[in-house]
């Protein structure tokens, strides 16, 4: 059974994020000049290129600096950094921020525009304040012609959030990493995981022990939340007093008998990983 999290913004956020996952999908290309006058108008039906299938890494997370009282998310939140994108060949969209995922995603093209542009007309701010810069967002990234899509998850039926359909995108920024207009206020940056790349986790594979350690080993997925792990507990015992530390650690070493607990099951260990990242974020 899953451990139940505090009622709080953070848990709300948790569960936005799993309606919202099934809804997201990978697309775009920095387009050539030629391709850029070729573009479809917005919400031309299209495909994504063949190219973008794979797995993506969460590298970035970047909120409007500027309005922090509206922040769903933290800049570098560790829900959202070093967790995995993929898009297989079939349209099929999964985040492992959640369990499920969209099997068939429905892409929308959208007219070429400035990663500024985007950046400005996705998130508006209220109280007739003037639109976030892209410096704003402290993203390190060129200010370049993007080729955005949007997209939905049919199966997600008529109460899937709107703003996926509707505001959202997902744009190429180079050859190797993606842009995601992500919730309502957090722009993702992601960088594909090269085919047969190397798992690293937080611990040495070579020396796992069990069963739990080898399949955390074999997976980016459950590797990426490893580390998120491992470096909020490190935050929290830095942030500990004398009184608070030995308990911090009686909790994580009582986490790791359950860890262990589940095995090679993945679902039991992503569940197992989500709840602890979520109650150490929540100590912050």
């Given at each position: 059974?899953?451990?139940?999290?505090?009622?709080?913004?953070?848990?709300?956020?948790?569960?936005?994020?799993?309606?919202?996952?099934?809804?997201?999908?990978?697309?775009?290309?920095?387009?050539?000049?030629?391709?850029?006058?070729?573009?479809?108008?917005?919400?031309?039906?299209?495909?994504?290129?063949?190219?973008?299938?794979?797995?993506?890494?969460?590298?970035?997370?970047?909120?409007?600096?500027?309005?922090?009282?509206?922040?769903?998310?933290?800049?570098?939140?560790?829900?959202?950094?070093?967790?995995?994108?993929t898009l297989d060949a079939h349209g099929r969209l999964s985040f492992n921020v959640t369990t499920e995922a969209c099997d068939r995603v429905a892409w929308s093209a959208q007219p070429p525009a400035r990663?500024?542009?985007?950046?400005?007309?996705?998130?508006?701010?209220?109280?007739?304040?003037?639109?976030?810069?892209?410096?704003?967002?402290?993203?390190?990234?060129?200010?370049?012609?993007?080729?955005?899509?949007?997209?939905?998850?049919?199966?997600?039926?008529?109460?899937?959030?709107?703003?996926?359909?509707?505001?959202?995108?997902?744009?190429?920024?180079?050859?190797?990493?993606?842009?995601?207009?992500?919730?309502?206020?957090?722009?993702?940056?992601?960088?594909?995981?090269?085919?047969g790349a190397p798992v690293r986790p937080s611990f040495d594979c070579a020396r796992a022990s069990g069963p739990a350690e080898t399949a955390i080993c074999a997976s980016q997925a459950l590797a990426g939340?490893?580390?998120?792990?491992?470096?909020?507990?490190?935050?929290?015992?830095?942030?500990?007093?004398?009184?608070?530390?030995?308990?911090?650690?009686?909790?994580?070493?009582?986490?790791?008998?359950?860890?262990?607990?589940?095995?090679?099951?993945?679902?039991?260990?992503?569940?197992?990983?989500?709840?602890?990242?979520?109650?150490?974020?929540?100590?912050?």
């Open positions: 059974m899953r451990a139940s999290r505090p009622p709080d913004r953070a848990r709300a956020a948790g569960c936005v994020l799993r309606t919202l996952a099934c809804c997201a999908a990978i697309a775009g290309l920095l387009p050539s000049l030629a391709a850029v006058a070729a573009a479809p108008a917005a919400g031309t039906p299209a495909t994504p290129p063949a190219a973008f299938s794979g797995d993506w890494l969460v590298t970035r997370v970047a909120v409007d600096q500027a309005d922090p009282q509206n922040w769903v998310f933290k800049p570098q939140d560790a829900r959202l950094v070093d967790r995995v994108m990663l500024s542009a985007l950046v400005a007309r996705t998130f508006p701010r209220g109280g007739g304040r003037k639109p976030p810069r892209l410096a704003d967002f402290d993203l390190p990234v060129a200010d370049t012609p993007l080729r955005p899509f949007v997209a939905r998850c049919p199966a997600a039926g008529a109460d899937a959030p709107a703003r996926w359909g509707n505001a959202a995108w997902f744009a190429m920024l180079d050859d190797r990493h993606l842009g995601v207009a992500y919730d309502s206020d957090t722009v993702l940056v992601l960088e594909r995981i090269a085919p939340y490893d580390r998120s792990i491992a470096n909020a507990y490190r935050q929290a015992l830095a942030r500990a007093d004398a009184a608070a530390r030995p308990r911090l650690e009686q909790a994580q070493h009582a986490w790791l008998a359950t860890r262990a607990a589940c095995g090679a099951d993945e679902r039991c260990l992503s569940d197992a990983m989500v709840d602890r990242l979520d109650l150490l974020v929540q100590q912050q």
